[in-house]
Each structure stands twice: as structure tokens, then as C-alpha cells.
């Protein structure tokens, strides 16, 4: 089946600092989403970018599915921006609905 | 619009007991899907139903079951718990199309198996 991998898979930074968060797929898919997960399990939308760039506030993303893998930035970073992000693509075929990536640990320091 | 709702949040059984847990997509949304996610393995998928059809299936024993009923609510069931079946048990909803849509996930229901 497809294979996710996120890199790094832990990331240390002062508050302010930017960061880039990697997601690589094995395989052509339907669907690439970004998400972050909250302190109580739930994951979060950030973006859902099949290919292309988007952008939300400090936040965005690009994914270049030729080349099979999507980029998270995160600029200016805030505590608040701590947690694990994690990386889930929709394969083309197959019998998953998403597969995730491992996740990376965001931990933004004051 | 609400969101996706899972109930119940947290839950402790015991071993050899079974567990239900519920999930409400978000209104309109036809496809569901369970995720299981442990320190261990990880988010794994679990299974998807669109429109009370059980359209994929993970690689889980056949312990965990699920169902959807005609207003797209949810169900998934663990029979025989095992100490291993502790976990945060996630659900997803997703638009009418089948596939291709942005998916959506609930609070999670944290399982804890003694």
C-alpha cells in the first residue's frame, strides 16, 4: 500500500521562528490534508491541498503531486502553534480511506 | 453547522467486555470512516460506510465491526476488549461525492481497557 513519511519527526524552536514541515507519498492520491492535533486528540483541518499552494494567515502549504510530497510552513511561530501535525493522503487505489504519516512534534518555546 | 460528534468521550472496560461507540457526521456528509490511534502504530484506519455500505476495510481483526444507519449516524464495535484495544478511537465524515472531499474529524472517544 501507499507509504506516508513526515520529516522531522520532532521540531524544537523559539517562539518567532519559521519552520517546514515535510510530507512524503509513495504513490498518486485523490487527497493530501494537513492536520494538527489539539492536547485532547482532535484533529484539526489546516489545509486540504490535493496539489498547488494555499494559504491561511501564517500558515501555508504547497504540494507537488508530480513529485509526490507537500510542504507545511509555519512562520513567526507561536506556543500556541505546539502539537503534532500530522500528514493523511486518500490513495487513488486501494482499500484505505487516508493513511497518515507519523506526525511531526511541534515544540515552540517562549 | 456542527461538527462531527462522537460520544461517548472516555470510557474504561474490561477485558473480554464489548464497547459501542457513536459518531454523527456533520449534516449532509454521507461517508464515515474510524481511525484507531495508539503511541504505538500510530493512526490506523479502521473502516469507511457511505450511505449504510461498508465501502473499505483496514487491517483489524474481526473483533471491530461497525455499521451506518439511513441518516449516515455511525456506530463501531469492539467485541472481547483486549488491553491492546486502549486507544483514541477517531471518527471522520466527509460530502456526497465518494471521494476527493476535505474530511472531518470528531473529539475522538478515548478508550481505556483494565
Known amino acids: 500500500g501507499i507509504q506516508v513519511e513526515q520529516s522531522p519527526p520532532d521540531l524544537i524552536l523559539q517562539e518567532g521562528a519559521n519552520s517546514t514541515l515535510r510530507c512524503n507519498f509513495s504513490?498518486?492520491?485523490?487527497?493530501l490534508q494537513w492536520f494538527h492535533q489539539n492536547p485532547w486528540g482532535q484533529l484539526i483541518n489546516l489545509f486540504y491541498?490535493?496539489?498547488g499552494t494555499k494559504q491561511n494567515g501564517r500558515l501555508s502549504a504547497t504540494t507537488v503531486a508530480t513529485e509526490r510530497y507537500s510542504l507545511l510552513y509555519i512562520s513567526s511561530s507561536q506556543t500556541t502553534d505546539s502539537g503534532v501535525y500530522f500528514c493523511?493522503?486518500?490513495?487513488?487505489?486501494?482499500?484505505?480511506?487516508?493513511?497518515f504519516g507519523q506526525g511531526t512534534r511541534l515544540t515552540i518555546n517562549p | 453547522k456542527a461538527g462531527v460528534t462522537q460520544t461517548p468521550r472516555y470510557l474504561i472496560k474490561t477485558r473480554g467486555q464489548q464497547v459501542t461507540l457513536s459518531c454523527s457526521p456533520i449534516?449532509?456528509?454521507?461517508?464515515v470512516s474510524w481511525y484507531q490511534q495508539t503511541p504505538g502504530q500510530g493512526l490506523q484506519f479502521l473502516f469507511e460506510?457511505?450511505?449504510?455500505?461498508?465501502?473499505n476495510k483496514g487491517n483489524f481483526p474481526g473483533r471491530f465491526s461497525g455499521r451506518q444507519f439511513s441518516n449516515s449516524r455511525s456506530e463501531m464495535n469492539v467485541s472481547t476488549l483486549e488491553l491492546g484495544d486502549s486507544a483514541l478511537y477517531l471518527c471522520?465524515?466527509?460530502?456526497?461525492?465518494?471521494?476527493?472531499?476535505?474530511?472531518?474529524f470528531g473529539e475522538g472517544s478515548w478508550l481505556t481497557v483494565v
Open positions: 471522520a465524515s466527509s460530502g456526497n461525492t465518494g471521494s476527493g472531499n476535505t474530511i472531518y
Open positions: 504513490d498518486s492520491v485523490n487527497n
Open positions: 491541498i490535493p496539489s
Open positions: 493523511a493522503v486518500e490513495p487513488l487505489q486501494g482499500a484505505q480511506k487516508l493513511v
Open positions: 449534516s449532509g456528509h454521507r461517508s
Open positions: 460506510y457511505f450511505s449504510e455500505t461498508q465501502r
